[in-house]
């Protein structure tokens, strides 16, 4: 087992109990099954920046390797994964992605992915959420591409798809791919649901559209070989929660995965028993 302490970074103490807090020991538990997760962030606050290297060194230390998006992808519609496989991604454009993320993931050697709110950059501050915050800037967003960091579309304006008309949801879409391919000069491939908010339509309207590779929900939970790239699955992450508290969501998450692939199993048999019971009884087919 290993020891707490080795959660904790190396060097000089954080100093407030409040982060030793959040860097308090998780239970001893390594990811052995390959499989893919993402991460999703959204601020990294100036506080918490020391907490957000230590989640991502825990991660790597329980046995996660980590990849980019289109690497992890490419693996998800390929070979599939031969050890647990970690991705980071952002929401939102906030400025301390590129501040305080930005520094930790090259110190790391990872390769992040930001999705992008295109009027949150245009203006330099959020306006969603209760307390606006500063936005990356159009500059900020070029030096996080040419380091090598991946971007893709959140919509132009967070709108919240599942109340949006059809040619609103897709002028969404599209609007903010156009401009980000236009500012950026780079193909925008990627999407990010806001809020996490979807549905049938949603996945069937962005799909048709054939603007995206991929469509990213905040669904928890593990991908495998074979999993659809417009309905993947991320796990929210923000350096306030606890350590231990995060992790153990994860692994709620799995166990309902697997609950629900059970409940999936017995639906089908049931339906199956059900259709033979009508063609015996009544001679016909459901
Ligand atoms: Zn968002």
Redesign the pocket.
């Known amino acids: 087992m290993r020891a707490a302490a080795s959660l904790l970074p190396s060097g000089p103490s954080l100093g407030t109990d409040y982060e030793s807090r959040m860097l308090r020991t998780v239970s001893p538990t390594r990811w052995s099954q390959p499989h893919w997760r993402i991460l999703c962030y959204?601020t990294v606050p100036d506080s918490l920046t020391d907490v957000f290297r230590a989640q991502l060194t825990a991660f790597r230390d329980m046995g996660f390797c980590f990849v980019d998006l289109d690497q992890g992808l490419k693996l998800c519609q390929g070979q599939g994964f031969t050890r647990p496989t970690m991705t980071v991604t952002f929401?939102?454009a906030y400025l301390t992605t590129y501040t305080n993320a930005l520094p930790v993931l090259e110190e790391l050697g990872i390769k992040g992915f930001h999705?992008l709110?295109v009027d949150y950059v245009n203006k330099g501050r959020t306006y969603?959420a209760e307390n606006p915050l500063p936005a990356m800037t159009w500059d900020n967003v070029r030096d996080w591409v040419r380091r090598g960091h991946g971007v893709g579309s959140?919509t132009f304006t967070?709108a919240y798809l599942l109340t949006c008309s059809d040619s609103d949801l897709i002028h969404e879409c599209a609007l903010s791919k156009q401009v980000l391919e236009e500012k950026l000069q780079v193909p925008i491939r990627h999407f990010?649901y806001?809020?996490g908010l979807h549905s049938m339509r949603t996945y069937r309207l962005i799909k048709a559209a054939g603007l995206y590779d991929s469509v990213a929900t905040i669904r928890r939970g593990r991908m495998w070989a074979g999993h659809d790239p417009y309905k993947l699955r991320r796990d929210v992450c923000d350096p306030k929660w606890p350590l231990e508290s995060v992790v153990r969501v994860m692994r709620l998450a799995d166990r309902w995965y697997w609950l629900g692939c059970v409940r999936r199993c017995l639906h089908r048999h049931l339906c199956e028993r059900r259709r033979r019971r009508l063609d015996q009884e009544h001679g016909y087919r459901i």
Do not use: E, K, N, S
């Open positions: 959204h929401d939102d999705y709110i969603r959140h967070h990010a806001p809020c």
